[in-house]
């Protein structure tokens, strides 16, 4: 089956970096994103990994490894609004068509 | 992005009575949505596989009699939560994925909070 595993709550202090991590069994592997989504908010796209490595996209960065099942997802320079929950997806063929599964989500609380 | 809009964002309901959620792609067209349901401090959960012209793909344990899905243009798919009970308060949010596209994300709409007395 699938199954995607990150941590529920982080801490982390305005203007620091936090990495996030994400480990993921899987088969089919076709990509795996990292959305950002705010209390009583839609989540919204922040990266994408099909390939081993590093992407990076401002503050915000994102690795995979597809041999281990993992990822994360790398934040610098805190603000405080990026107190939110981060969630880890990974698309998967299923046939002839791919789905998108989420993780539970890591609630990041970023303090001053 | 690609704009992805839900209606209502709230509705409150009466047990018994079916709601209507409405998910719209404004600037594309999507022939695939998808439903996701969300508890609270919990993460989406795949309900369903909505295709435009032909039926819903429904994921194990969503009840397609309770959920009925309709995609009837590219621009349009509905979730009908029929003889809603509270333990179907949640939050509900579609999303669909434009083409072509290089990464393939979904682009989500605004949910709609679902509240059964």
């Known amino acids: ?112 | 992005g690609a704009v992805v809009s839900q209606h209502p964002s709230r509705v409150i309901c009466k047990s018994g009575t079916s709601v209507k959620i409405e998910c719209r792609s404004l600037d594309f067209q999507a022939t695939t949505m998808f439903w996701y349901r969300q508890f609270p401090k919990q993460s989406l959960m795949l309900m369903a596989t909505s295709n435009e012209g032909s039926k819903a793909t429904y994921e194990q344990g969503v009840e397609k009699d309770k959920f009925l899905i309709n995609h009837a243009s590219l621009t349009l798919s509905t979730l009908t939560v029929t003889s809603a009970h509270p333990e179907d308060s949640s939050f509900y949010i579609c999303s669909a994925r434009t083409l072509p596209s290089n990464t393939g994300e979904l682009f989500f709409g605004e949910g709609s909070r679902l509240t059964v007395l």
């Open chain 1, 1 to 112: 089956g699938q199954n995607i595993d990150q941590p529920t709550e982080m801490t982390a202090t305005e203007g620091a970096i936090v990495q996030i991590n994400c480990t993921y069994q899987t088969s089919g592997f076709n990509g795996l994103f990292w959305y950002q989504q705010h209390a009583g908010e839609a989540p919204t796209f922040l990266s994408y990994n099909v390939l081993d490595g590093l992407e990076e996209k401002g503050r915000f960065s994102s690795f995979l490894s597809r041999s281990k099942g993992y990822s994360y997802l790398l934040l610098k320079e805190l603000q405080m609004k990026d107190s939110a929950s981060y969630l880890c997806a990974v698309r998967y063929a299923l046939g002839s068509s791919y789905k998108l599964i989420f993780g539970s989500g890591t609630r990041l609380l970023v303090r001053p």
